[in-house]
Nanobody
């Protein structure tokens, strides 16, 4: 299984970015996918998650600003990020898991993670 993120970059506060995560070498479908981020010097932080049935959840810090979605074939995961703030600066990672209880698992327990894409938000 390979997860490949893209779409990161530099943007000014208030701007928008759309992250993508392409899935390779897995044809069965994941029970859930999501995004986490890691700011310099900090641990992994939960951002958002989506289940196979389309249920979504968000961290309070991004609720109302970020939107998670998938394409119909479920081969690409997206994160639309609006109204970006400097505190959103981090490396963003895509995660995936096929276990039935993955939607409620801690970020550290998700089975697969990509290499990350960096987002810098300047004030």
């Amino acid at each position: 299984v390979q997860l490949v993120e893209s779409g990161g970059g530099s943007v000014q506060a208030g701007g928008s970015l759309r992250l993508s995560c392409a899935i390779f070498s897995y044809t069965y479908g994941f029970q859930c996918m999501g995004w986490v981020r890691q700011a310099p010097g900090k641990g992994l932080e939960y951002v958002s998650r989506i289940s196979d049935q389309g249920s979504t959840s968000y961290a309070d810090s991004v609720k109302g600003r970020f939107t998670i979605s998938q394409d119909n074939a479920k081969t690409t995961l997206y994160l639309q990020m609006n109204s970006l703030k400097p505190e959103d600066t981090a490396t963003y990672y895509c995660q995936a898991d096929f276990r039935t209880d993955c939607f409620v698992r801690p970020v550290a327990e998700m089975l697969y993670r990509g290499q990350g894409t960096h987002v810098t938000v300047s004030s």
